[in-house]
């Protein structure tokens, strides 16, 4: 069975384009959404990655939408399919940010694979 996992040096989902994000406006408050639209820097990369390593600078200090784990369990669909909906959307953001049959994408399979 595959489960889901984060890869390292990926980031994919710290690219935002929230018109892209539908699904997630109606789980944010404004709150989070103002401060979505103050992290991002205007190549629409998170002000808060490191670029050169793909890594959160904040990491223990990171927002809750930022907590794949936990927020998560504010979609319905999570609860329907578990990591298979994680997968889902790690597959999307991943393909959109670097392509389908991009290195993130291979070594994504792989690790869910494990
Ligand atoms: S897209 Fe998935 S694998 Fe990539 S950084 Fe985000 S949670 Fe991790
Ligand atoms: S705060 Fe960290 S985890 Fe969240 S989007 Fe920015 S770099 Fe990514």
Redesign the pocket.
């Known amino acids: 069975m595959k489960s889901w996992t984060?890869?390292e040096k990926?980031?994919?989902?710290?690219k935002f384009d929230l018109n892209n994000r539908e699904n997630i406006y109606k789980i944010l408050s404004k709150k989070d959404i103002k401060l979505i639209k103050e992290m991002t820097g205007k190549d629409g990369w998170c002000k808060y990655l490191d670029k050169k390593d793909m890594k959160c600078t904040i990491y223990s200090e990171r927002p809750h939408f930022c907590m794949?784990n936990k927020f998560s369990k504010k979609f319905k669909e999570y609860y329907k399919t578990g990591d298979e909906f994680l997968i889902k959307c790690?597959k999307q953001?991943?393909s959109e940010i670097y392509g389908k049959k991009s290195m993130q994408m291979n070594k994504?399979k792989n690790e869910i694979m494990k």
């Open positions: 984060c890869i990926c980031g994919a989902c710290c794949v790690c953001h991943i994504f």
